[in-house]
T-cell receptor
Framework: ELKVEQNPLFLSMQEGKNYTIYCNYS?????LYWYRQDPGKSLESLFV?????AVKQEGRLMASLDTKARLSTLHITAAVHDLSATYFC????????????FGKGTHLIIQP | DTEVTQTPKHLVMGMTNKKSLKCEQH?????MYWYKQKAKKPPELMFV???????INESVPSRFSPECPNSSLLNLHLHALQPEDSALYLC??????????????FGSGTQLSVL
């Protein structure tokens, strides 16, 4: 059974700073996903990481995957207030349409 | 069209009511999902439909009954719910390929309150 752990679960940071959210998973995962969720809203897909060493970047967010360490990271560069949200990582152990196992989420607050 | 549409957005029901949640996508996806999300918790998988057949039921109580009338529609029928079933119910879809840049597309959710 795939287990996904994120840390930190809560993060308060100032604008302009850099920070990293970590996602560890327990068994082989075919893919690793990052989602963003604003309060009361649905999940927005940020990144899908398919293979070891995969790195994807969009704007101030960059995600990477190390399958040997079973670790994915979401790095935030020069944070801005608009990035305040809850970020979830999720793994897919079944291949195909088996649904995702989500981490508990990282509640990120970026203060001006 | 890259949207997953859920209706209604909000629903309040009593414990004796029968209601249905609806989900629709026109992206040609062959896998559709129901997730339940309690406040400040991660989404939890409830059901997976693959090619209109139920492939995963994550030990969900029988008061939740899914239905997939066709490849574009997914329903969740609700009957005799309990207050602890109050949550955000999310529908999602994916192409259901075991390879490639597959990802799940989520609907905006139905916020359900059971009184």
């Amino acid at each position: 059974e795939l287990k996904v752990e994120q840390n930190p679960l809560f993060l308060s940071m100032q604008e302009g700073k850099n920070y990293t959210i970590y996602c560890n998973y327990s068994t082989t995962s075919d893919r690793l996903y990052w989602y963003r969720q604003d309060p009361g809203k649905s999940l927005e897909s940020l990144f899908v990481l398919l293979s070891n060493g995969a790195v994807k970047q969009e704007g101030r967010l960059m995600a990477s995957l190390d399958t040997k360490a079973r670790l994915s990271t979401l790095h935030i560069t020069a944070a801005v207030h608009d990035l305040s949200a809850t970020y979830f990582c999720a793994g897919d152990s079944g291949g195909g349409a088996d649904g995702l196992t989500f981490g508990k989420g990282t509640h990120l607050i970026i203060q001006p | 069209d890259t949207e997953v549409t859920q209706t209604p957005k909000h629903l309040v029901m009593g414990m004796t009511n029968k209601k249905s949640l609806k989900c629709e996508q026109h992206m040609g996806h062959r896998a559709m999902y129901w997730y339940k999300q309690k406040a400040k918790k991660p989404p939890e998988l409830m059901f997976v439909y693959s090619y209109e057949k139920l492939s995963i039921n994550e030990s969900v109580p029988s008061r939740f009954s899914p239905e997939c009338p066709n490849s574009s529609l997914l329903n969740l029928h609700l009957h005799a719910l309990q207050p602890e079933d109050s949550a955000l119910y999310l529908c999602a879809s994916s192409q259901e390929a075991a390879w490639g840049n597959e990802k799940l597309f989520f609907g905006s959710g139905t916020q359900l309150s059971v009184l």
